[in-house]
């Protein structure tokens, strides 16, 4: 059996490099679930573990019709209420997110919803009813790779906008990174992290 490996299928939607690029974001399938308050707070955890339960419930499902998937890199979208203003001088816990994970574009609402039914009656997810399946489409995007911890991100994003306005464009969408690592097991210093922003002239 073929496991399909989205990060390999797509692999320019998950590579960036040091320095700020442009790129054309498709049209994908994703499993997302919104929140809002601090990422190392109790609901965010919670929150990706609801997305992994039925990612991996789907997957399973899948296998067993013999078409079988890696479950792919998490990814957040992230925003604020106020317009205008740095996020980062906007309190933790009124930060809004968006946590996501690619799918196979021919999983069907149907399997989406068996899975949540599953998860449920296992009990495995308080928050696995507050998943949706959804497609976005981001577009024209400029995106750059960060290496290390995150509280660093202010440092690279600097480069991205400067980035953004010395070619004559302005953001329209939301902050997006993409985990390349897993930082709930890899150490601060060597996490990758795709950041990405929308963008139009």
Not at 50 to 75: H, T, W
Not at 184 to 191: D, F, G, N, S
């Amino acid at each position: 059996m073929v496991k399909l490996d989205l990060t390999k299928a797509f692999k320019k939607y998950f590579t960036a490099t040091p320095q700020p690029q442009l790129v054309n974001i498709e049209k994908g399938l994703y499993l997302t679930i919104t929140g809002q308050g601090d990422p190392d707070g109790e609901g965010f955890a919670s929150s990706i573990s609801a997305l992994y339960s039925i990612a991996y419930a789907i997957k399973f499902s899948n296998k067993e019709k013999g078409k079988d998937f890696v479950v792919c890199k998490l990814e957040g979208f992230w925003w604020v209420d106020v317009k205008n203003v740095d996020p980062l001088t906007v309190p933790r816990s009124e930060w809004h997110y968006e946590l996501a994970i690619m799918l196979p574009d021919d999983i069907s609402q149907q399997q989406f919803e068996m899975a949540v039914k599953k998860v449920i009656e296992k009990k495995k997810s308080p928050l696995a009813s507050q998943v949706e399946l959804k497609k976005i489409e981001e577009g024209l995007s400029i995106q750059i790779l960060h290496e290390g911890p995150f509280k660093k991100e202010p440092e690279t994003l600097a480069i991205l906008h400067n980035y953004i306005l010395q070619e004559g464009y302005t953001m329209h969408g939301r902050h997006h990174e993409i985990y390349l690592s897993d930082f709930r097991k890899t150490a601060p210093e060597k996490l990758k992290t795709i950041l990405r922003y929308p963008v139009r002239k």
